[in-house]
């Protein structure tokens, strides 16, 4: 959700304290999903649009 919400992993790493453990986190969500989440190579990288839904699935929970 941080990466949602700030629109990249180093932005992410940024507010939460740590951009490695952003990083492994996004992976292993992506592990555990079976997905690509976020999508790295773009000039401007960002959320996939399954990713987006399943950030905003996450926050409704939370919520």
Do not use: N
């Not at 453990?21 to 992976?27: C, F, I, N, P």
């Not at 959320?47 to 950030?55: C, F, H, K, Y």
Request: glycine content about 12%.
């Amino acid at each position: 959700m941080a990466v949602d919400g700030e629109g990249s992993v180093p932005a992410a790493g940024d507010r939460l304290g740590t951009q490695s453990a952003v990083s492994h986190a996004l992976r292993a969500a992506e592990r555990e999903t079976e997905t690509v989440l976020f999508d790295r190579g773009a000039a401007a990288p960002g959320p996939l649009r399954r990713g987006r839904r399943r950030s905003v699935h996450a926050r409704q929970i939370l919520r």
